[in-house]
């Protein structure tokens, strides 16, 4: 089971940080990813962590702004998100993927949290 939590109502400009707790599985085994989805819309990656937290990979247009890392101590992958516009007003997912390796593509990953809601006023 994945479950996000973090997600508000910020600033432009603002930071924030997602967390996705992970019960069950340990996150080590998986590649991970944060992916956003807003109404009307396809699914969209975000950024994503290999099983190891050795590689990440992120989308054109958050690189240098957000960062995904694990802790294995708390089974938890987390976002940091900052100098954050209205364009990244979304739902944000976070989701696990039955391989290793760094992947942008949704039917990749087989595990799926429900989604926590960021919106970025101007």
Same mark, same amino acid.
């Given at each position: 089971q994945l479950v996000e939590s973090g997600g508000r109502v910020v600033t432009a400009g603002? @930071?924030?940080?997602? @967390?996705?707790?992970?019960?069950g599985p340990r996150i080590s085994s998986y590649a991970m990813a944060w992916f956003r989805q807003t109404? %009307?819309?396809e699914r969209e990656f975000v950024a994503a962590i290999n099983y190891l937290g050795s590689s990440t990979h992120y989308a054109d247009s958050?690189?240098?702004?957000?960062t995904i890392w694990k802790?294995?101590?708390?089974? +938890?992958?987390?976002?940091?998100?900052?100098s *954050? +516009?209205?364009?990244? +007003?979304?739902?944000? *997912?976070?989701a696990? @993927?039955?391989g290793s390796d760094v992947s942008t593509d949704v039917p990749a990953y087989?595990?799926? %949290?429900? %989604?926590?809601?960021v919106t970025v006023s101007s």
């Amino acid at each position: 089971q994945l479950v996000e939590s973090g997600g508000r109502v910020v600033t432009a400009g603002d @930071s924030l940080r997602l @967390s996705c707790a992970v019960t069950g599985p340990r996150i080590s085994s998986y590649a991970m990813a944060w992916f956003r989805q807003t109404p %009307g819309k396809e699914r969209e990656f975000v950024a994503a962590i290999n099983y190891l937290g050795s590689s990440t990979h992120y989308a054109d247009s958050v690189k240098d702004r957000f960062t995904i890392w694990k802790d294995r101590a708390v089974n +938890t992958v987390y976002l940091q998100m900052n100098s *954050l +516009t209205p364009e990244d +007003t979304a739902v944000y *997912l976070c989701a696990a @993927s039955l391989g290793s390796d760094v992947s942008t593509d949704v039917p990749a990953y087989v595990f799926w %949290g429900q %989604g926590t809601q960021v919106t970025v006023s101007s």
